[in-house]
């Protein structure tokens, strides 16, 4: 993921088994969130993994979340 440097300041970068979310701080207004960039796995079998993964981050996260990328869970 690449961010804007002019425009937000990068506050933590968190790596997961099929995600990885910057922690932004808008210079501009003082907004803070959470970026969100998932990979999901392309096995069935990982599913359940991935899925879980996701819940522990959604009920962790503090600051507002967004959440994209390829899920890959269909």
Same mark, same amino acid.
């Given at each position: 993921m690449?961010?804007?440097a ?6 933590? /970068?968190?790596e997961?088994?099929?995600?990885? +979310?910057?922690?932004?701080?808008? +210079? ?6 959470a ?5 999901g ?6 599913k ?8 522990r ?15 890959? /869970?269909?």
């Amino acid at each position: 993921m690449g961010i804007d440097a002019d425009v937000f300041d990068v506050g933590a /970068i968190t790596e997961g088994d099929f995600f990885i +979310k910057f922690n932004l701080h808008d +210079k501009a207004d003082g907004f803070k969130w959470a970026l969100v960039s998932v990979y999901g796995p392309a096995q069935d079998c990982f599913k359940q993994e991935f899925l879980s993964e996701l819940v522990r981050l959604s009920n962790t996260e503090t600051l507002p979340i967004l959440i994209g990328g390829d899920f890959n /869970i269909l």
